[in-house]
T-cell receptor, first 113, second 117 residues
Framework: EDQVTQSPEALRLQEGESSSLNCSYTVSGLRGLFWYRQDPGKGPEFLFT???AGEEKEKERLKATLTKKESFLHITAPKPEDSATYLCAVQAGNGGATNKLIFGTGTLLAVQP | GAVVSQHPSWVICKSGTSVKIECRSL??????MFWYRQFPKQSLMLMATSNEGSKATYEQGVEKDKFLINHASLTLSTLTVTSAHPEDSSFYIC?????????????FGSGTQLSVL
């Protein structure tokens, strides 16, 4: 069964304190791994898509990496405005499937000034 | 960037009434839209896949007669929660795939918080 697990559930950082969020997955044929940011009461905001092991993508203070079984979202010198829930999702490629995403439960990040 | 508009943002209704939620792609054509439900502190759960001009595909355990989906055009999909009950109270989110940008990008609406009294 395709599954996505994110850790930690919650993370509290001081401003400037770098850290990483983890997304572990088991899926039958990975077509893509997605990172989203979700603010309270809002829909997810797209951050990155990763397709193959070894791939990395960066955007401002965020950097996403991918291996064959997990992805990391590295946050460098975070600011309070980075506080949000970060969601990881995978798209499985099992022949004829729709492009549906399987989401993890997210990591709630709080960055204190 | 691509924009997906979802309305209303929140709705409060009495038990037994029906509620319609709209999802529009504002600057691209979406042949496929997805409807998710999210309970507090839980992950987004896919309810159904909506394909323009055809019947929606529902996930296991989702009642198609209760959650009516219509995707009549390339820019609009609607979700109607029929005879809503308190257990239907949740955050509903739609997403749309921009076929002009490749299959990997899905854009989400801002969500609809439904509270059934």
């Amino acid at each position: 069964e395709d599954q996505v697990t994110q850790s930690p559930e919650a993370l509290r950082l001081q401003e400037g304190e770098s850290s990483s969020l983890n997304c572990s997955y088991t899926v039958s044929g990975l077509r893509g791994l997605f990172w989203y940011r979700q603010d309270p009461g809002k829909g997810p905001e797209f951050l990155f898509t990763l397709y193959s092991a070894g791939e990395e993508k960066e955007k401002e203070r965020l950097k996403a990496t991918l291996t064959k079984k997990e992805s990391f979202l590295h946050i460098t010198a975070p600011k309070p405005e980075d506080s949000a829930t970060y969601l990881c999702a995978v798209q499985a490629g099992n022949g004829g499937a729709t492009n549906k995403l399987i989401f993890g439960t997210g990591t709630l990040l709080a960055v204190q000034p | 960037g691509a924009v997906v508009s979802q309305h209303p943002s929140w709705v409060i209704c009495k038990s037994g009434t029906s509620v319609k939620i709209e999802c529009r792609s504002l600057d691209f054509q979406a042949t496929t839209m997805f409807w998710y439900r999210q309970f507090p502190k839980q992950s987004l759960m896919l309810m159904a896949t909506s394909n323009e001009g055809s019947k929606a595909t529902y996930e296991q355990g989702v009642e198609k007669d209760k959650f009516l989906i219509n995707h009549a055009s390339l820019t609009l999909s609607t979700l109607t929660v029929t005879s809503a009950h308190p257990e239907d109270s949740s955050f509903y989110i739609c997403s749309a795939r921009d076929r002009g940008r490749g299959r990997e990008k899905l854009f989400f609406g801002s969500g609809t918080q439904l509270s059934v009294l």
